[in-house]
């Protein structure tokens, strides 16, 4: 029995083993995390591609004139439609606050600082609920990080963490 199963197993070993080689992210874009040189939690987005469409007539035959410069036959023309890349898909990595330091006094400090700059017109409730992360977004959004998830710069801007000293110092 073994030997028989030992020369199927070495036959098939590159095809079962196949599955255990990692794959190579397509399309060039890096879909894993960055190294971290120390502990940092971080999120992503996923920016998609954008294309412009635009549709010009392009002449196909020009018009036919007579020796006296009158029209005989019209020109012809045809819908020619191009597509460009506007911006290329973009994966986007960013360091966002520790599950560990985000609690409901973080969560109402943003709702409050959020409020006062006229981003959020809910009721305070220290929770991250909808109309939270609609105002969050939109602030982020404005200054260059189009995502609900809260972002550690969002918090250093709005002063609802302590800013590491070198950060501060390095800016």
């Avoid at 199927?8 to 196949?18: C, G, M, N, Q, Y």
């Avoid at 794959?23 to 992503?44: D, F, H, M, Q």
């Avoid at 939270?132 to 602030?139: D, G, Q, S």
């Amino acid at each position: 029995m073994h030997r028989v199963a030992a020369p199927i197993i070495i036959a098939l070993s590159p095809i079962l083993f196949s599955a255990c080689v990692l794959s190579t992210p397509t399309l060039g874009v890096n879909i894993y995390a960055p190294e971290l040189e120390k502990e940092v939690c971080r999120a992503k987005i996923s920016q998609p591609a954008i294309y412009e469409t635009v549709t010009e007539k392009k002449l196909i035959t020009p018009p036919k004139l007579s020796p006296s410069g009158r029209q005989i036959a019209p020109a012809t023309y045809q819908n020619q439609t191009i597509y460009r890349v506007i911006r290329e898909r973009a994966i986007r990595w960013f360091d966002t606050p520790c599950k560990d330091e985000i609690n409901a006094d973080l969560i109402a400090s943003l709702q409050r600082a959020l409020a006062a700059r006229g981003y959020f017109n809910g009721k305070l409730t220290a929770i991250m609920d909808h109309d939270t992360k609609v105002a969050l977004r939109r602030y982020q959004s404005e200054n260059g990080l189009d995502s609900a998830i809260l972002a550690r710069q969002t918090t250093n801007t709005l002063g609802l963490l302590p800013v590491p000293r070198q950060t501060v110092e390095g800016s």
